[in-house]
């Protein structure tokens, strides 16, 4: 099965269970994979025949940005419902990571698979 790729993705949003996250937002990086069928777009080269991944991705920013959930678990569960009913998307891996949640470790976060 064929790939789309979104690496890194930026948003900032309000995410985190204690009363400080609740305040403040913080930077949000996203990864997603989606799997899909490209034998028609690649034949074609017409662009109505592709994914729109920059509209997709500016609904995955925009959905981390006022979400305001309290844990990545709901959020990439969002996300990825957000990538599945995109037309043409069959099945998404999709990772969601906080990178100032542990002061000892670059990032922590959850990825997850959804068809």
Known sequence: ?????????????????????????????????????????????DISDC????????????HAESAARFTVEALATDLAQICLQTPGVQK????????GALPFARSAGVEIERG
Request: charged content about 30%; some cysteine; proline content about 2%.
């Open 1 to 45: 099965m064929d790939q789309i790729l979104i690496n890194d993705l930026r948003a900032h949003g309000i995410i985190g269970i204690y009363d400080w996250e609740r305040k403040q937002a913080q930077e949000i990086l996203i990864n997603v994979v989606l799997f899909c069928d490209l034998h028609q777009a690649g034949a074609s080269d």
């Open 51 to 62: 994914i729109d991944y920059h509209a997709l991705a500016l609904k995955l920013k925009d």
């Open 92 to 99: 998404v891996r999709l990772r969601v990571e906080k990178p």
